[in-house]
T-cell receptor
Framework: AQKVTQAQTEISVVEKEDVTLDCVYE???????LFWYKQPPSGELVFLIR??????QNEISGRYSWNFQKSTSSFNFTITASQVVDSAVYFC???????????FGEGTQLTVNP | DADVTQTPRNRITKTGKRIMLECSQT?????MYWYRQDPGLGLRLIYY???????NKGEISDGYSVSRQAQAKFSLSLESAIPNQTALYFC??????????????FGPGTRLTVL
């Protein structure tokens, strides 16, 4: 069975601090997909990134970066120089071979204080 | 206009009532999904459909049914609502041929309260 663990239930930082959100996954599949979604206070889910299991390159998009390590089954998300607008619940998700049937982690509530 | 819409956005109902939540999409995606979100549990898959004639149960389908009326429409029904079905419900769509492939995009959610 697939499982995603986001051990950090809540994180609080001060604006401009860097923050890393942890994601650890379990799967027996050799091919799988990992995702991060953002849920701002307004409630919608916003897609951030998709990563294939055979592509371990880290990715950077502006202030966001993702560190994928198959050896530790982790797909961590770092926000550099955090801003108040980054305050949201962030979900890590694991998809089976085609990317469908996502298994979500419990989510991490990030609060960025001014 | 939003690519994935859900109606209603909020609904309060009573135990035992039949409720239908509707999802429509203009993205042209073949695949559609229903999830529920509960505090501290993340999102859990209820049902999913890869095309109009293909409907599959997800992780927590008991107490729910679905109908895929057309490629663009996927409805979720609670035949006899109970209080522990109080949750935030999300519809999502994906396209196997999209870029990135088969990435799910979510609607705005429906907040359902069963009294």
């Amino acid at each position: 069975a697939q499982k995603v663990t986001q051990a950090q239930t809540e994180i609080s930082v001060v604006e401009k601090e860097d923050v890393t959100l942890d994601c650890v996954y379990e799967t027996r599949d050799t091919t799988y997909y990992l995702f991060w979604y953002k849920q701002p206070p307004s409630g919608e889910l916003v897609f951030l990134i998709r990563r294939n299991s055979f592509d371990e390159q880290n990715e950077i998009s502006g202030r966001y970066s993702w560190n994928f390590q198959k050896s530790t089954s982790s797909f961590n998300f770092t926000i550099t120089a955090s801003q108040v607008v980054d305050s949201a619940v962030y979900f890590c998700a694991l998809g089976e071979t085609s990317g469908s049937r996502l298994t979500f982690g419990e989510g991490t509530q990030l609060t960025v204080n001014p | 206009d939003a690519d994935v819409t859900q109606t209603p956005r909020n609904r309060i109902t009573k135990t035992g009532k039949r409720i239908m939540l509707e999802c429509s999409q203009t993205k042209g995606h073949d695949r559609m999904y229903w999830y529920r979100q509960d505090p501290g549990l993340g999102l859990r898959l209820i049902y999913y459909s890869f095309d109009v004639k293909d409907i599959n149960k997800g992780e927590i389908s008991d107490g729910y049914s679905v109908s895929r009326q057309a490629q663009a429409k996927f409805s979720l029904s609670l035949e006899s609502a109970i209080p522990n079905q109080t949750a935030l419900y999300f519809c999502a769509t994906s396209d196997l041929g999209g870029i990135p492939t088969d990435t799910q995009y979510f609607g705005p959610g429906t907040r359902l309260t069963v009294l």
